[in-house]
């Protein structure tokens, strides 16, 4: 499932800039900028296809600054300050494409040949314009196909664990054997993430 439209999420997201300006890399490279306007689905059509799936695409806001605690008190505050002046000074508070941001760790695709091969050159030029993988597929997907089945969709959930703790706990009493990990599924657990295969024993 997707985390949602980009500017669901806050400044303090590290890729969250980085997202933005991969839409404006003439600034820097001028005509030898990733044409992703003949690429991508148009913007409008986009916005539409989207708002099947409850994601409403919104500009820019000072508010979205704050951190997820309502707090410039994050590492970085400033430099995202920065960027923020620099957006608004050349009138870029209006989001360039509706940027979708999720987990992109599992997906399935379709074997629509017609529809793959768009999807697949739009992947493309997403790679040259070094768009955020977590953003680049969550948006190219839902834009691309015309049906997307989520996790909220289908009664199932991955389980994801971000700290060491957390970790140990789930993979400890397993002893590392992947043949333990593949049996220890809870009932309708969709994926296990992170799973590093080179720390697992066959």
Not at 144 to 160: A, H, N, P, Q, Y
């Amino acid at each position: 499932d997707p985390w949602g439209v980009i500017t669901d999420l806050t400044a303090e997201w590290s890729n969250f800039m980085p997202s933005v300006n991969a839409f404006y890399l003439k600034d820097l490279l001028k005509h030898n900028a990733p044409k992703w306007q003949k690429s991508f689905l148009d913007k409008e059509t986009a916005i539409i296809k989207l708002r099947q799936y409850d994601l409403e695409a919104i500009s820019i806001k000072w508010t979205h600054l704050f951190d997820r605690n309502k707090s410039y008190h994050y590492p970085h505050f400033y430099n995202r300050l920065k960027n923020f002046i620099q957006l608004k000074r050349k009138g870029r508070f209006q989001l360039p494409y509706p940027l979708v941001s999720g987990y992109s760790d599992t997906f399935v695709i379709p074997n629509q040949p017609e529809i793959l091969k768009i999807f697949l050159q739009r992947l493309e030029v997403s790679r040259q314009m070094r768009l955020w993988v977590e953003t680049a597929l969550p948006t190219l997907i839902l834009t691309s196909f015309d049906k997307v089945i989520m996790e909220r969709d289908i009664g199932w959930r991955g389980s994801t664990y971000w700290d060491q703790q957390s970790l140990d706990k789930r993979f400890n009493h397993m002893d590392y054997l992947l043949e333990n990990l593949l049996v220890d599924f809870g009932e309708r657990e969709l994926f296990i993430h992170p799973v590093k295969l080179s720390k697992w024993k066959i």
